[in-house]
Nanobody, 124 residues
Framework: QVQLVESGGGLVQAGGSLSLSCAASGGAFSSYAMGWFRQAPGQERLFVAAITWDGSSQYYTDSVKGRFTISRANAKMTVYLQMNSLKPEDTAVYYC?????????????????WGQGTQVTVSS
């Protein structure tokens, strides 16, 4: 059973930066794609970014392109999300997830294991 633990969330002013980390344990990591999703109160969980098993390709939702960067360190079983130029609309609980395969998907159903989430709040 894979466990995922996110960290790095917090409160930041608009225009600021945060760096999220997601540490995996208890199962395979390096052969699978990893993703980040976010969920605002009363809304569905939405795709933010994903990365292939080897880190060779990254994918982003349009609203974060140019501001967020996903990366991974397989030796550390960790995936990261660097968030710059944050906006109030980025406020949400951020979740990391391990993919079903090595291919990075954009849907919740493309992922099998999920972390507990970390709150990101951007003030205006």
């Amino acid at each position: 059973q894979v466990q995922l633990v996110e960290s790095g969330g917090g409160l930041v002013q608009a225009g600021g930066s945060l760096s999220l980390s997601c540490a995996a344990s208890g199962g395979a990591f390096s052969s699978y794609a990893m993703g980040w999703f976010r969920q605002a109160p009363g809304q569905e969980r939405l795709f933010v970014a994903a990365i292939t098993w080897d880190g060779s390709s990254q994918y982003y939702t349009d609203s974060v392109k140019g501001r967020f960067t996903i990366s991974r360190a397989n030796a550390k079983m960790t995936v990261y999300l660097q968030m710059n130029s944050l906006k109030p609309e980025d406020t949400a609980v951020y979740y990391c997830a391990r993919g079903r395969t090595s291919i990075a998907g954009r849907s919740v159903g493309d992922y099998t294991y999920w972390g507990q989430g970390t709150q990101v709040t951007v003030s205006s």
